[in-house]
């Protein structure tokens, strides 16, 4: 009876521990909402959906009508908004779309980029409603040419239309009445927004990758000088009376103010919460005040806007910030309203039946909000939305200020001093030394939580989902059972695309979270995201660079590079013999490369402090008929992870190793908690044993605490902010070595049947990472796993909702 006691008491303290665990969703405490990053929202204001990822908004001249271009990776869409009333008045279903959006003057027209198609669409503005729409062709579709229209900008008379692009990187006038080209000038560099000076003698345009602003002269034709900015200039926004013009810059956290007469910069607004040079705000929306003398600027990364009074140019003034909702992307005034597009909407949430997730943008479930229970795949999870919030009262923007930094996890006290604990082996300040002197970084590709770890003890997982368990992967239960099990952990972010630069750089940049929906739709463009296009690279690089500068050695085993090239500049004469991202190659043959690798530099005593490896084989190649199966290359993954363990317990640095081993997202699959959690391994001899640590931790978490052992500095403010992972280590080492675990399935078990599942993985694109439709690769993945004729369960719903004022419910009711 005694032993009963004890171990529902033991049962008790577990469930008591895990509850007061932090997860994703609603503080009720303080009605806030934590978001899988560890950032949290308290969102001002009334709200409207909108659809997935809303990149720009456009009102018309006499401000009856908004327009909203909705570009992500899911259904795209133009819808047409009553900003008055807050009412939608139309929306249209466009193949392909990306920002530009402009309303003729006399608002019978509204011209709306087609995206990678290489068109403009003018739609005819008829009662309140858009016709089908005309269409003015640039080029071919991608990939016979690659264009890709960005701002749009139309002259009083609706005479001449101009557009520019961000993949022939050209300015292109156009005859709005007939569709043809008139001119085209070469930009030199991305374009993302333009603007015709008030006299129309200029038009202004931002070049988000050359960190400049251009200046075409209409009359002659002519790029007539170019404005130094700071790094990637977006918006564009110009005042009443156009002598200033305003460019927000996102990597800069900043807002140029030019004065247009002379082209001078008289001003640099910094609209980050806290001083500092962290990239991490993201600027990218800007809007006056109807007296032009409050500025508004979308800080996309801090979910708020910051508030300055420019009534006396070149001395604004900050007046706090207004918290919105989850990466706001723009911002229109209208009268005292404030209109915020919120590019992921206002929460986080779970897809426990994902492979399959997407919230509908069907007329019929626009205002509901309703989920089409087929879709919750993680790339269109997070819808849009607009937030409608009055003009704050000096009091009212104090109380929002304070809200925002509540929801803000970053200060500056962090960057200087960490959280942790004293005699702890990671270090909370630059220059403490830590026993720990060899750090390797593992990543992987797009597995969640629950698809692993949902059988481990100890852990809040969901078996049901469970499909990649013990059985599979022997050597990650393991390390979960000998060293930490970590069951609240979350990625940083959504895909691969952003995923491989949040996880080597604690940030993914505005181009990158703008532009991956594209490709990730099947809508055209490169899959630019991993060191091959420095529009996409954060300001101060990856965190090679950081040890560069640091004179820390460093390789890399696969990422950014293959076979010892790469066109990243750091990684020169940084990259191991390692192969490329290719599903055919075994992760057992990547493991033997480093093998040898690690050794001969072990012989010379060269082994590099830091050391980052790709095993991308837990990806897999879905039901291709001769590909290795799912779980045999679920399986190889995991054998590759135990037979680095165990080489490197081995060796005799093994005793100031640490190796820390992540998805670079948690795209392919489903999770009861939240999308975005993921398995994270931490092991070494400084690593606790037999534990569970149910703290809630991110990508940046794993940057944060590498950074601390080889004394680098954050690279952004969400490493910056994260918390370390303290609580997994302890001083008291363990150097016992660790021993692989055999595979207990067949790792050379090809894919033979002929089924629906196998025809759809024949189509798969499987030589690069996420060139495969996600949704489609996770369902086969079920199937081959549950049966083909398994059917899904219904899927579950959080009882979380945002509130909208009274009004607003009587009329979508």
Not at 221 to 236: C, D, G, Y
Not at 261 to 280: D, Q, R, Y
Not at 742 to 769: G, I, T, Y
């Amino acid at each position: 009876m005694k032993h009963r006691l004890v171990i529902l008491s033991l049962i008790f303290l577990f469930f008591v521990h895990l509850s007061q665990a932090q997860t994703p969703g609603k503080v009720a405490a303080t009605n806030q909402v934590l978001l899988s990053n560890g950032w949290k929202l308290s969102p001002a204001g009334r709200s409207l959906h909108l659809g997935d990822l809303p990149l720009n908004m456009e009102l018309s001249p006499s401000g009856k009508m908004l327009a909203v271009t909705n570009n992500g990776q899911s259904v795209q869409s133009i819808q047409l908004i009553d900003p008055k009333n807050e009412k939608l008045l139309d929306e249209q279903v466009i193949g392909k779309s990306w920002y530009g959006l402009a309303f003729s003057h006399d608002e019978s027209k509204l011209y709306a980029a087609g995206g990678n198609d290489n068109i403009i669409l003018t739609y005819h503005v008829t009662n309140n409603k858009l016709s089908k729409p005309d269409t003015i062709k640039l080029g071919l579709p991608w990939p016979k040419d690659k264009i890709c229209v960005t701002g749009l900008a139309v002259n009083n008379a609706n005479t001449i239309l101009y557009a520019v692009t961000k993949e022939d990187n050209t300015l292109y006038t156009i005859d709005p009445a007939t569709g043809s080209v008139i001119n085209k000038i070469a930009l030199g560099a991305e374009a993302y927004d333009c603007l015709l000076s008030r006299d129309e003698k200029q038009l202004y345009i931002s070049l988000w990758g050359a960190n400049k602003v251009a200046v075409y002269n209409t009359v002659s034709k002519q790029i007539s000088h170019r404005i130094a900015t700071q790094s990637h200039p977006n918006e564009l926004l110009l005042n009443k009376r156009g002598t200033l013009l305003y460019v927000a810059n996102a990597n800069d956290n900043s807002v140029s103010v030019i004065n247009t007469a002379t082209s001078k910069v008289i001003e640099t607004i910094s609209a980050a919460l806290f001083p500092t040079n962290l990239t991490g705000s993201t600027s990218n929306g800007l809007a006056l005040s109807a007296n032009e003398k409050t500025l508004y600027i979308a800080n996309a990364d801090n979910n708020c806007l910051a508030v300055f009074d420019v009534a006396k140019p070149g001395n604004s003034l900050s007046r706090g910030f207004i918290p919105v909702g989850w990466y706001p992307t723009n911002i229109k005034t209208l009268g005292n309203k404030i209109l915020v597009a919120n590019g992921k909407g206002f929460s986080s949430m779970a897809n426990p039946k994902g492979p399959q997730p997407v919230l509908k943008t069907d007329n019929s479930s626009f205002q509901k909000g309703a989920i089409n229970s087929r879709e919750q795949y993680i790339g269109g999870l997070f819808k849009g939305t607009l937030s409608f919030i009055e003009t704050p009262t000096a009091d009212q923007q104090q109380t929002y200020t304070k809200q925002v930094y509540a929801n803000t996890p970053f200060n500056n006290q962090k960057v200087a001093e960490a959280a942790g604990v004293a005699g702890n082996p990671i270090p909370r300040k630059r220059g403490e030394v830590s026993p720990i002197k060899y750090v390797f970084y593992i990543m992987k590709e797009n597995r969640t939580y629950d698809q692993v770890l949902g059988d481990a003890p100890g852990g809040n997982g969901d078996t049901s989902l469970c499909i990649f368990g013990k059985r599979v992967t022997p050597n990650q239960h393991a390390i979960t059972s000998e060293f930490v099990l970590c069951d609240n952990f979350y990625v940083d972010a959504e895909v691969s695309a952003d995923g491989h630069n949040w996880t080597m750089g604690a940030y993914a940049t505005d181009f990158t979270e703008k532009t991956w929906p594209t490709s990730y739709g099947s809508r055209g463009g490169e899959y630019d995201f991993e060191g091959t296009r420095p529009i996409a690279y954060p300001k101060n690089g990856y965190i090679w660079d950081y040890c560069k500068r640091a004179g820390l050695s460093y390789r890399s085993y696969g990422e950014f590079g293959s076979y010892g090239q790469t066109k990243y500049p750091a990684l020169k004469g940084h990259m191991s013999p390692s192969p490329p991202f290719d599903l055919n190659i075994p992760d057992q043959h990547r493991v033997d490369v480093w093998i040898r690798d690690f050794d001969s530099l072990l012989a010379v005593n060269q082994v590099p402090r830091f050391n980052n490896m790709d095993l991308p084989n837990d990806h897999t190649s879905g039901q291709h008929k001769g590909a290795i199966s799912p779980i045999a290359a679920v399986a190889d993954n995991d054998l590759a992870v135990g037979r680095f363990i165990e080489h490197l317990s081995h060796s005799p640095i093994w005793k100031e190793s640490v190796v820390f081993i992540l998805e670079d997202d948690a795209q392919n699959g489903p999770d009861h908690v939240d999308a975005h959690r993921s398995p994270v391994y931490v092991v070494g001899p400084y690593i606790k044993r037999n534990a569970v640590v149910h703290q809630m931790y991110s990508t940046s978490s794993v940057l944060r605490t590498m950074e601390l052992i080889l004394g680098l500095p954050p690279m952004s403010q969400y490493d910056a902010a994260a918390m370390p992972m303290f609580e997994c280590f302890t001083n008291k080492p363990d150097f016992s070595p660790y021993k692989v675990k055999p595979a207990e399935v067949d790792l050379n078990k090809r894919n033979v049947a002929v089924n629906e599942s196998s025809r759809r993985s024949e189509k798969f694109m499987l030589a690069k990472e996420d060139a495969v439709p996600d949704l489609e690769l996770n369902e086969v993945i079920w199937k081959y796993v549950k049966g083909e004729n398994s059917i899904m369960p219904a899927p579950k719903r959080s009882a979380f909702v945002i509130l909208e004022k009274k009004k607003k419910k009587d009329d979508d009711d």
